[in-house]
């Protein structure tokens, strides 16, 4: 029904039949054995077909990050970076840590670019029900399950036809009224610059999706088999930063004149441009001329042109089936494909600072622009060279664009049986592909960006020198000296499509063996049932490879921060596991049930072996109450990309330079990383996008990580409460080794905060200006094992469901309550570099350099469903999350500022569903009822908030059909 629970309450085997014994025994998540009326002894959060329905979701990652447990990592949310994927980060350990499985089988890689699994291959419609199981679970399913496990459990034994479809759009009143006065800001910049700063309509729609799934199944007469087929069509619409208020200016930190409001700032790369040379920083005046440049004034607002929600197009097809053809062979299979695309839209390109000098004969140069910048009479007439830095945006050319197109396959088939009485056998081999075809669009060329600026004069005719000299004879002169001097054909010649394709594949062969030894009288006396194990071999390999163009390769992507560089690599591993459970004790005074389990897997890497294992125990003294333990020692091993990445440039973002104009490190400091002594305190060392050059990429002598889980806790399902449960779980997480990066923000913080001689010497500033983002500067972050990573806290779940009648109202039906909720203890990162700022803490805190997305303390998702006497159902969720301050524990709080503390955030969502006739049901919601704008920030986010958490759209409206035939 609608009202389906948000659980992690044991994962019981239900039977068929209420008024018998019998159950049927089912493999929960977490294990390769079959168990009939089990109480895992790890927590399992189970999300079920009927909770995607109630949300109105056509992205199942809406729906599992909306999970305490889960922190969404790629999402449609993100242009900025985006893969293209969506994935899930369980406990924000990150989602290479978080396996995620179909049919208790494991997704290949996502991407070329994200190694973890792409959820956008997973048909939300063919979905019966999602078990999260968090904490480790390598032992069972081998590497990358150290934080946890989410299993798609898919439909089977469909029969008949069913078609579904959806349809939802947001709609959202632009009337901010939070603290900042962000509307009066963006009226203010308006009046003197209304190409850039423009509110939005009052009234906004938009973010349309669609989404139309039919599916198929028959089977066979004899009742030995089924096969079940379905086909999938989905699109969602863009959503632009310009129809939020809250987004549409690039907000700065507030000043200290004005601490209460907020100012619309942005980047350096403008329009009509931010030139700086030896003698100031100019932008374009009236008549061609150099006037002074002020970020307050000039910098570019880059928000409105990106994507708050990227558009994406889906068509899925699939089939699975099973046909038992005797009791010792039942042969299986499953097939797969998706074909997505999707496009993320950020600000336009131009020159970011990629030139440096300007000849003083250039034509396009004013006389009172030559002078301004250095240029004498006898440097005009002998053409020399000064320096001349341009960051101008390419506002003539619209925003990059990076179209991202996947094909993806899978492929299952095995066969599985009855050995002998008590032993079952399952044999499998199992094959996915991802194709990527990207095409990044309107960015400009670095090296033809130099050749339009180097112009000379050619009969009066401003003419590109490598037109005269021959070596380009291409060339259009790019002339931002002057408003209105970009032409059509110097776009023409400037911006350049850049090129990379790709593919992953996997291939898994798994071969298992399970075995009941209570015939064989293996068992302890108190028990009913003997010991059951499972033990068997997999060799999976797992390759990527990507092939990029010229101009990524050699980063002549001026808006790219650095070069896309292709690779290829592979990782195999062969393993060994096993599996045992012991029932201890049933129904003794004392003693309801008590049970242990294990599990163990070793695994051989070409370079290296690991081992990982698994202990648990669960006791009930009555049957109303259980308490559950288990602890995991949980390996990954480096994946293709964390190996073989090519070294390259990239972005990092920093709110300030130390060195530039807040002066946080002492000029003996700053001079020691490389900088002159005369650029101490410039304030050009401050960028003001705040992004920095760093350089990333592979290291093939990474070793594995490793971590410990531990967890506790109880079940209770009194019985003089009927239809009421609840579980409580304490979990704690230490990852050691960790493979990651220190961080390039985290050593600027550790050289100039703890001089740390090895971060300093990661430090590497320009020559000539000494800046981090201008020139050749930059901070060097590769991939390391560093310290680690660790987390702890609480899960509460918690069920009630009650007829009416019990309270005196028996024909209004019925009520059902569910709640899920975690307690974030710790979540802390070690760099490992043993200094005082080595080890952070990011509860309750966002937005520093350390600790970027927020980590609330507390979130909870409650829902409340009325089943009325009609066929209509009625559902209520109330989602919240609390407040989270800006800093970490090295810094606490950072206060007199308007974000210093981003306030607790509560939704609510109605939906309804209504039983038009026997075959035909008809949802409706509402999502963000209240239509709550999202907290703003200035610093780390997306459209001054964080869309991965907080709902930034407004209220999302839905239909849904589903008819059965």
């Not at 042109?305 to 009791?327: F, K, T």
């Not at 309801?592 to 294990?598: H, K």
Request: hydrophobic share 35%.
């Amino acid at each position: 029904m609608v009202g389906a629970a948000l659980t992690a309450f044991p994962a019981l085997a239900q039977s068929a039949d209420p008024q018998t014994d019998e159950v049927e025994e089912v493999v929960v998540t977490g294990s390769r054995i079959p168990q009939a009326n089990l109480t895992t002894t790890s927590p399992v959060t189970q999300v079920t077909s009927e909770d995607i329905a109630v949300t109105g979701v056509t992205r199942v990652e809406d729906l599992i990050t909306q999970l305490p447990q889960a922190f969404a990592s790629q999402n449609s949310t993100v242009s900025n970076g985006a893969s293209g994927t969506a994935t899930v980060s369980l406990r924000n350990l990150g989602a290479s840590r978080t396996l995620v499985l179909i049919d208790g089988r494991r997704m290949g890689y996502g991407s070329p670019l994200d190694v973890a699994a792409d959820l956008n291959q997973i048909p939300g419609s063919l979905v019966q029900r999602v078990e999260v199981l968090t904490g480790g679970a390598s032992a069972v399913y081998g590497s990358d399950a150290v934080a946890g496990v989410v299993n798609f459990i898919m439909k089977k034994d469909f029969e008949g036809i069913q078609i579904d479809t959806k349809y939802g759009f947001y709609q959202h009143n632009n009337d901010y009224n939070g603290v900042g006065n962000i509307r009066q800001a963006i009226a203010a910049r308006a009046a003197t610059n209304p190409s850039q700063f423009v509110l939005p309509d009052d009234n906004v729609s938009d973010g349309e999706s669609r989404e139309v799934t039919l599916t198929m199944g028959v089977s066979a007469p004899d009742g030995k088999g089924n096969l079940t087929a379905y086909a999938s069509y989905r699109n969602n619409n863009e959503v632009l930063q310009a129809n939020r208020d809250y987004s549409a200016c690039t907000i700065a930190s507030p000043s200290s004149a004005t601490p209460d409001t907020y100012s619309c700032g942005g980047s350096g790369t403008s329009y009509p441009g931010y030139f700086i040379s030896s003698t100031g920083s100019y932008t374009i005046g009236a008549n061609q001329t150099f006037v002074p440049y002020s970020s307050s004034v000039n910098a570019y607002n880059y928000g409105p042109l990106n994507y708050y929600q990227r558009p994406d197009e889906r068509w899925s097809l699939g089939a699975m089936g099973h046909y038992e053809v005797n009791e010792h062979a039942e042969a299986y299979g499953q097939l797969m494909f998706n074909d997505y695309s999707s496009v993320a839209q950020i600000a336009p390109s131009g020159d970011f600072f990629n030139t440096s000098t300007i000849n003083c004969d250039n034509p396009l140069l004013s006389a009172q622009q030559a002078s301004t910048i250095g240029c004498s009479a006898a440097a005009i007439a002998s053409g020399d060279t000064v320096p001349l830095y341009i960051g101008r945006r390419n506002v003539e050319g619209g925003g990059r664009q990076d179209s991202l197109t996947y094909e993806s396959y899978r492929a299952v088939g095995g066969v599985r049986g009855l050995i002998t009485d008590g032993w079952t056998y399952d044999l499998s081999a199992q094959f996915s592909k991802v194709r990527l075809s990207r095409i990044y669009e309107n960015d400009f060329s670095v090296t033809r960006l130099n050749r339009a600026l180097d112009v000379v004069s050619v009969n009066g005719v401003a003419t590109c020198r490598s037109v005269v000299d021959g070596s380009d004879p291409n060339c259009v002169p790019y002339d931002v000296f002057s408003e209105g001097g970009v032409t059509q054909a110097a776009l023409d010649y400037l911006q350049i499509p850049l090129i990379q394709t790709g593919e992953t594949t996997q291939q898994v062969v798994t071969a298992a063996v399970t075995g009941d030894l209570t015939k064989y009288g293996v068992q302890t006396p108190w028990a009913a049932d003997g010991v059951k194990l499972a033990f068997g071999l997999e060799y999976r390999r797992d390759a990527l490879s990507t092939t990029t163009d010229a101009a990524f390769a050699s980063g002549d992507g001026a808006g790219q921060g650095g070069p896309t560089i292709g690779l290829s690599g592979s990782v195999d591993v062969l393993d060994t596991f096993g599996e045992i459970q012991i029932p201890l004790v049933d129904n003794l005074p004392g003693v309801y049930s008590a049970s242990l389990n294990g599990a163990f897997r070793h695994s051989e890497y070409k370079a290296l072996s690991t081992d990982t294992y698994t202990v648990g125990a669960d006791y009930a003294p009555i049957s109303d109450l259980r308490f559950r333990t288990s602890f995991s020692r949980a390996v990954r091993a480096p994946n293709v990309l964390e190996l073989y990445s090519a070294q390259g440039l990239g972005l990092f973002e920093l709110s300030a330079d130390p060195c530039g104009a807040s002066q946080t490190a002492t000029l003996a400091q700053c001079v020691a990383t490389g900088m002159d002594a005369s650029d101490y305190g410039s304030s050009l060392l401050d960028n003001t996008a705040e992004q920095y050059n760093q350089i990333t990429g592979g290291n093939t002598d990474l070793d594995t990580e490793t971590a410990d889980t531990l967890t506790l806790g109880l079940v209770w399902t009194p019985a003089f409460i009927p239809g009421f449960n609840v579980s409580l779980d304490y979990f704690d997480i230490k990852v050691d080794g960790l493979i990651s990066t220190v961080g390039a923000a985290n050593t600027m913080t550790l050289c100039y905060d703890d001089n740390d001689a090895a971060a300093c010497s990661r430090i590497h500033r320009d020559a000539d200006t000494g800046s981090l983002w201008l020139g050749d500067g930059y901070v060097e972050n590769l991939s390391l094992n560093i310290g680690g990573l660790k987390t702890s806290g609480i899960d509460v779940n918690a069920n009630y469901g009650f007829d009416l009648g019990d309270v005196g109202l028996a024909s209004w039906g019925k009520v059902s309550m569910a709640f899920v909720g975690t307690w974030l203890s710790t979540l802390e990162t070690d760099t490992g570099t043993q200094t005082a700022s080595s080890v952070y803490d990011c509860v309750g805190y966002f937005g520093s350099d350390q600790c970027g997305t927020p980590n609330p303390e507390w979130r909870h998702r409650a829902r409340v469903t009325w089943s009325t006497p009609w066929p209509v159902e009625i559902s209520g969720t109330w989602r919240f999350y609390s407040a989270v301050d800006y800093g970490s524990s090295l810094t606490g709080s950072v206060d007199g500022r308007l974000d210093s503390t981003l306030e607790a955030m509560n939704y609510f969502d109605l939906a309804a569903s209504w039983d038009m006739r026997d075959n035909v049901t008809a949802r409706v919601g509402v999502n963000n009822v209240l239509d709550t704008d999202p907290p703003m920030t200035t610093v780390g986010s997306n459209g001054n908030t964080y869309p991965q958490l907080y709902d930034a759209l407004g209220r999302y409206m839905f239909v849904s059909l589903t008819a059965n035939f």
